[in-house]
């Protein structure tokens, strides 16, 4: 601890220590706590208390007052606690009795305070830091605190409830570290007392009729075997499964979910990897007794492992798709489709019965949808997925949403009637069924899939959400169909199906639902970035309305369909480029030129910021696209959009302008071979000085440094950054080492300047009518190459950049403005009791 801290802490103490003093904000107590938690990690504890003796009077006094405040005493529990982490230093709390006095039955837990939750939980937290030797183990075992911390595991705040639990873990795997070649059983003496006392407390738990006590030792137990991967948790399980297993066989199972929980820990566990391991005897019996709506976590996470035996893998993949089984084969189906199951896991009638119950069966489906959703997304499943019925499955699940399946049994009517407008089920079946375009094939899209999409997209019932997820699982399913290879009758059965989406596609586009109006033309964008170099799409998109119909929409009253049609009129005007000496497709260059001067003036207007950033983004594709219409003169182009971001106040705007100038800058270096390039030919110095040249007065003429500079000296912080990364890589290419000692030896000033002298010379800038003589960068304007150089090397950037990357509050962070603040504040309360916090 420095000086001034140490000259500071005592009056701090002093104030912590009188009732009577108010300290306005608890952050500092906060803030205070960080701090010597960093400074026990770095000194000697005992000599902190020993330098420092206002600290221990100030946890005696506070163990004196009659009334402290309960963050008071709150931050005492916890700062003692950091300091007995350290075994010396517990020794000589323990000397002078604070411990006892704090931690033990005469303390807070026989006050008043012991009501508040904020005491509770800082003498866990407390406990928790001191447990670091075994003195502290031994300690806690004597003085009865473990019996409070079991007590604490099911106390109503549950921020000290999982403390608590969290506590009785760290105590457990602490207490065995050292014994771990002498384990052999839980009636073994050569355990450790703490570990006993907390092991038999788990197995009374467990055998007890309270449902609540049993949930907390199956969680205790799932935090420990997730972090603990030692041999003894394997000889704990042992001792501990016969018990699990009866309870998953009672009826009902009030626990599952906890038990699903702590399966799946300790199935992550190295320990339990070997197939042999009676972990999955007990999986297996989870997986018989518990129903799918409770099993179905426990079957999927199961099959994400590596090590795992096979028949546990089939049984819980069997347990995820019987309810879909049970849903294909209520419907009746034109087609003979073969079953999901060879055999039932479950009794069928189970599942039957949560599908025919409306509180359940939305539930049940919406979970195994998602289950299997995520099997579709791993990169290795250990067992072959029953491909086609279960596709078919999703379709009769959409199907029977919106009225389009024949019930084939009672349970289908049942189904049919539940399930009927269930957006909720809607949604889930739609993301599986775009997750399974991964398996594409061309027979069964044509087919099912084909047509239950275009009824969702087609029905004016579909809600926009559900509207969104048919577009999205139909953007899957043609992107993956243009990629496989395919016969010509293949593509073009696909056109037919693309023309009729574009009819939806232009009803969709003129809805009076601007939510449905938006997730069109993202539809379309995307559908247009993937699909455009097929012939046959870009026929069947400019013989429709829909590109026109796009264009209205940059009028539209709502910025977020405005912002949208932006972006899809981005990708239609460059795949229009594609098409343009396309035959039979009517495509002026009036009309492209009417868009841009469309986006540029809506950059310069449009009053939301939406548009305005979709407008700048689409620039930048278009730069780095190389769009036709943006070759024909970059530099003015760069040059119109840098001075229309230049006044915008958004700061994503400017964030992407100065992205837009980043792409300019780095092309036109790399077009006069300046950029860093391994391949490039190296320059003569003579070539090199005339490329310089040149990039430097193309960079004048677009205001490019003019931009740069301002945007330095912007307020929000993102947009200085950004500035300041791209003028110092300009800088390295623009500013060589013979320059800058030309520079200094012509007599030109080299001295670093920081942001108040660039803003007054770009203030001079500004009002600059004529190039200034050489050298004087004060009074050169923005266009005079000498000028802009000369600011280039003499501004600080390197400093620049450091203290934008700093944090805000850096000055602030230090302790003795720490302290300083809480003696500012003390008493203040009254007079300002809004916590700006």
Known sequence: ?????????????????????????????????DWFKTLTETESSLLLLQENPCLTELITCVLKLKDPSSSTLSFILRLTGIFAASESCFQYLQQRELLISLFGEVGPLSSALWEEASVRSGWVQGVHSMVQHQSALHFLCNCGAIDVIFTLQGDPSLFVASAANQLLVHMLTFSLQSFQTKLVNIKDCDWPVCAQKLIVHIEESLKSNSASRIKQSLKL???????????????LWSQLSERIVYLLEEKPVHAWHSLVDLFLSMARSPVFSCPECSLWTSVTCALEHLNPAQVGRLAVGVLKLQECPQAVRIQALSVLLQPMDCVLKAASHPLEYPGLLNRSVNDSATVETLLSCRSSCASLLCQTLAHLEELQYLTYLPVDLPYIPLLQSVVTILQF?????????CLGNKISRILIGCFRVQRSALD?????????????????????????????????????????????????????????????????FIRDLFLVLQKRLCSPYWEVRDS???????????????????????????????????EDPESYVRASAVTAMGQLSLLTQLISKMPGIENGNGKEKSIVAQLQEILSTDSEGFPRRAVISVFIDWLKEGHPDVLKDTEQFVSSVLQAVNSDLDWEVKAGGLELAEVFSAQTLGRLGLAACPYAAVSSSATRSTHLSESLQIFCRVKLFEFLFGALCDFDRPVAQKACDILITLKAELCEESSLREGTRAGLSTEAHGIAWLEETLRRWSSCAEPCPRGNADGAGSQDP???????????????????????????????????????????LEDNEADCY
């Open 401 to 409: 949403c919106i009225g389009l399946a024949t019930p084939a049994s």
């Open 432 to 496: 599986i069924l775009g997750a399974l375009s991964h398996r594409e094939s061309h027979s069964v899209f044509m087919g099912s899939v084909s047509d239950i999409l275009l009824a969702y997209l087609k029905s004016p019932d579909t809600s926009p959400t559900v509207l969104k997820k048919s577009f999205q699982a139909t953007l899957k399913w043609l992107v993956r169909l243009s990629e496989a290879p395919s016969s010509r009758d293949h593509w073009q059965q696909t056109e037919q």
């Open 221 to 235: 137990l799932t935090s420990m075997f997730g972090c603990c991967h030692d041999l003894w948790t394997e000889v």
């Open 786 to 828: 000498n000028g802009v150089l000369l600011v280039l090397r003499t501004v600080d950037l390197e400093g620049l950049h450091g203290s934008l990357n700093r944090s805000s509050d850096h000055i602030e962070k230090s302790p003795q403005s720490l302290l300083q603040d809480i003696l500012a504040t003390v008493g203040t």
């Open 1 to 33: 601890m420095d000086r001034e801290c140490s000259q500071l802490l005592p009056s701090v103490c002093a104030v912590l220590a009188d009732s009577r003093q108010l300290v306005a904000d608890d952050t500092f107590l906060e803030k205070f706590l």
């Open 520 to 554: 069109a033309l993202e539809f379309l964008t995307l559908l247009v970035k993937h699909l455009r170099e097929k012939d046959g799409f870009r026929q069947v998109l400019f013989s429709s309305e829909v590109p026109k119909l796009t264009e209205d929409l940059l």
